[in-house]
């Protein structure tokens, strides 16, 4: 099946126009900066109805952007990271809900981050752009909110770092959101999350070639310490038992005595790593990893949860996968924990699975069935009140 | 306490002086190769007996060497990396056995290994030197047994990487070794572990002062590979529960908003790093990574383990430890399964712990008891037979 069959066929949201919309309101960050204007990457599906009511907003995870679902060009080889889940009569149902996706603030697929012209130099910004907090991409998305005029988004999703933009949304905009569906998150990095982080930043960092982050005035890129940042994080993505059914443990063939790949394991990861140099940005890597380290709701409540989801309205979603151990189970039930301690409105779905973290993004039944179910609630209760999509 | 204190403490074996064993018979190797001849750095603790029946050999793990106890000189900060299981009245009891800890061939401590000079080049070997194998250390380590002139170890002991080296022992010196202990191993990598290892290497290799691994001809070393190597390795010595108890997750100020260090794991991290480059080479790092990998003694037996165990004839002693998921209990429960298919000897014993893999150089109560009073009856038996150390 090719792009245009595939975009033809039921369930997809077809070929896509990405939008770049530019923010002009200027946005005050974490860091004591402000930026004067940025510009986001962002992709709609569906049809904003005329009371506004029927908007989901998307949040991406690490190396996530704008393209969600469908298609770009005829061309295509793949469709958006999430098509699985969003077009019609998918989980995200495109026939009742007007979906958007963005490339968060500093992400590297056309918003403003570190690998755009800075205007008062000519060149990349590079290490001059600022790092960001969770709080940050949030405000950010609130500016682009009110773009689309929409006061109240029916519900804001997100997997991993975007389930911590759930969060805080729902946290930082109380009014702004019915509902907060939080995917395979955690509340805050545990020191081993960290640990990653830290190693995947040291190899990038440590590159001859990062040049101080100033490698696009070198005509290079930190390709090692990209690379080997990616594969790290593969690891993190699958859980043992899944990289051994995927790729087995045994020798390819005899030994050779050499660094030649041997196990399928490393040919999986090698690949990984140079696909994802051909295809992202050192320095927003860099950006993502901090913004996940600082992320912490609870540090401006005396480190306590239950008081950051006091100050929320929404009702949340909190789904998380058996087999993941990037964020396992546990770090989902404190995030329940505390939203029940607050008195708030939770539902929480365990899905069995076998992948680990990347499970988020599969298309599992039971998992696909919760938030078709979740979302069929939402839609059933505006559709009830005369504010569906007209057809 | 220094270290002459400390060494003329109870328990302690004091002062020790490393020999350098040439075994000039030559060694042939999985790859084809053979060396002609190769020098190993011993440590020996305690007195072999007359009928030499007290010997235990030490076999090491990844970054560990011969100096296992006691301390080389006075000035010395710290004892040997087993020192608190080695010496009078601790487990390895040194008046009762006499215990030999060696650096393997391909070592950087001493023994024959890639930083060796080469007497054809009068340059060091790099990555010339063999790539070898468990076995071929298992065979090199038999030599070193033939020059302390003992037919039999009463029993040989490792943790991790050793303790691999003690499963090949048995299965292909089965009439060498009355007693096999068997530490957080594993019977082959899983493709997590492989994964792991694939990254710590690619570090290394494309580190450009690795230089193909000639780096020692330009007086330099691949110091921001091997750092990077070192520490994704100990990601996998800690548990993600001792990383938070020993490191908490907080920040510990403000954000920075710079790549300093903000977290306490990113300092230990950073440190380790460190001070691993400043002692290992890293060709014996990528050695010792590819032994790891190509450990499997099922292979040979056309993938049972279990028929590989049937080639063994001595006692074993399992031990896991619960916090360990570099090397699982599940792992040493796949060793006993297949020893018991075998119809051999096995103790097994799980040790509650908190730490990790790192739990095997630790004195856990449990864990020094187990040993202890295995150890205990082997001794009982050879004295029983007239076979002690006289006093």
Known sequence: MNATEAATAVGSVGLVTPQRIAIEQPLPLD??????????????????????????????????????????????????????????????????????????????????????????????????????????????????????????????????????????????????????????SAPQLSAQNIAFNEIARQAILSDPEFHGGRFYDHGVVPSRGLKLARMLGHITYLSDAAMRAKFGNDLKAAPTFNFDVEFEVESYLRYQGQSFVDRFDANTYLLMTKALDYFDPARDFDDHLEAAFERTAARFLVIAFSSDWRFSPARSREIVKALVDAGRDVSYALIESQLGHDDFLMPIPHYHDVMRGYLHRIACAFEAAGDGVSA
């Open 31 to 184: 860091c004591g900066r402000t930026l004067p204007r940025h510009e986001l990457m962002v992709e709609t599906y569906g049809t904003l109805n005329a009371q506004r009511s029927n908007a989901i907003l998307i949040c991406h995870a690490l190396s996530g952007d704008h393209h969600a679902a469908g298609f770009n060009s005829a061309d295509d080889r793949k469709p958006g990271w999430w098509d699985n889940c969003i077009g019609p009569g998918k989980p995200l149902d495109t026939e009742r809900f007007f979906v958007v996706a963005l490339n968060n603030l500093g992400g590297c697929r056309g918003s403003t981050g570190p690998a755009t012209i800075d205007p008062q130099t000519g060149k990349p910004y590079g290490p001059d752009f600022p790092l960001l907090t969770v709080r940050d991409w949030v405000r950010s998305q609130a500016l682009l909110t009110d773009h689309f005029g929409i006061a109240r988004w029916a519900a804001i999703v997100g997997g991993s770092l975007g389930g911590m933009q759930v969060m805080q949304w729902a946290i930082d905009f109380p009014d702004r959101l019915a509902n907060a569906v939080v995917i395979a």
